[in-house]
């Protein structure tokens, strides 16, 4: 059983920053794959980044050189840092789990978070 608690979204100008966190529950918090996603208004939910459980991380094409994940394992939370952010990252994320030891390629999330709105002004 995972629980994951999503924060930090908000409403922030073009250009601007925001920290999302993720609080998980798990007693093997470092063992598993963790994502971001995005779903938009009318569009599919997308992943935009995740870590893998040995480091790893991967980022879509659309975020990559603007976002950075990052997690802490003592605290059991993972991070996304969104920076330079654009109108078009406007869209409910959300966190998620997968509670598999995964190091490479894609994966379906095991539990998923509320979702918090992230909204970008022009």
């Known amino acids: 059983q995972v629980q994951l608690v999503e924060s930090g979204g908000g409403l922030v100008q073009a250009g601007g920053s925001l920290r999302l966190s993720c609080a998980a529950s798990?007693?093997?918090?470092?063992?598993?794959?963790m994502g971001w996603f995005r779903q938009a208004p009318g569009k599919e939910r997308e992943m935009v980044a995740s870590?893998?459980?040995?480091?790893?991380?991967y980022y879509d094409d659309s975020v990559k050189g603007r976002f950075t994940v990052s997690r802490d394992n003592v605290k059991k939370t993972v991070y996304l840092q969104m920076n330079s952010l654009k109108p078009e990252d406007t869209a409910v994320y959300y966190c998620?789990?997968?509670?598999?030891?995964?190091?490479?390629?894609?994966?379906?999330?095991?539990?998923w978070g509320q979702g918090t709105q992230v909204t970008v002004t022009s």
């Open positions: 798990g007693r093997t918090f470092s063992s598993y794959a």
């Open positions: 998620a789990a997968k509670t598999s030891y995964l190091t490479y390629g894609s994966w379906t999330p095991d539990y």
């Open positions: 870590m893998y459980s040995g480091g790893s991380t």
